[in-house]
Structure formats: C-alpha cells, structure tokens
Nanobody, 122 residues
C-alpha cells in the first residue's frame, strides 16, 4: 500500500525558513517523480516544485530562488526547503508521487500525502 506522509509545516514570520518532509512507504522511490503542490484558502491547488526520478528539478516562478526541492531515496523521503517565506506562501502543502517522468500538472500524480499547513505572518 502506497503511503505519503507530509510534515514540517507551522506558523512562521515573513522572512523565516521551514523545511517540509514527505516520507513514503510502499513504493520504490528511485523510480518515482515527486512533487509539492499547495492550496491557499479559496484558491485551487497549484504547482510548487517537483523532482524527477533522475534528480531534475522544476519550480514555479513564484518560489524559484527561494525554495529547494530534494530527495533522499535511501530514506524514502523528499524535502522542500523554504527560505525567505512570504505571507502569500500561506497554504496547505501536499506532496505527491508518480511513477516515471516529472510533470507540473497535479492530475498526473497518482499518490498524495495528507497535507501540512504552512502559515506565514507579516
């Protein structure tokens, strides 16, 4: 059974940093591409960052240069280091996984974590 568990969210001030983790089980992480998506109140889910099974990274324009996605296949875990956080980063962050190539479209990801809340105060 595939399971993704996101963690690491919290309440921080603008300019602070947080690191999100997504721990997986039931999959061979090395052949999966992984992504982070977020959903703010009253808005649709949007792409944040993704990392391919081979280690290539993709970022949305709004987080590029501030967020870094990484993975540790030996630990079955993906990370999102978030620096210089802004109030507009406030959202529930979801991790997702798909076998094969990486995409920014959430509809192509078959496995999802439960979400972790990130709140950035001004």
């Amino acid at each position: 059974q595939v399971q993704l568990v996101g963690s690491g969210g919290g309440l921080v001030q603008a300019g602070d940093s947080l690191r999100l983790s997504c721990t997986t089980s039931g999959i061979t992480l090395s052949i999966y591409s992984m992504g982070w998506f977020r959903q703010a109140p009253g808005k649709g889910r949007e792409f944040v960052a993704a990392i391919s099974w081979s280690g290539s990274n993709l970022y949305s324009a709004s987080v590029k240069g501030r967020f870094t996605i990484s993975r540790d296949n030996a630990k079955n875990t993906m990370y999102l280091q978030m620096n210089s956080l802004k109030p507009e980063d406030t959202a529930v962050y979801y991790c997702a996984a798909r076998k094969g190539d990486v995409y920014t479209y959430d509809g192509l990801y078959s496995n999802w974590g439960q979400g972790t809340q990130v709140t950035v105060s001004s």
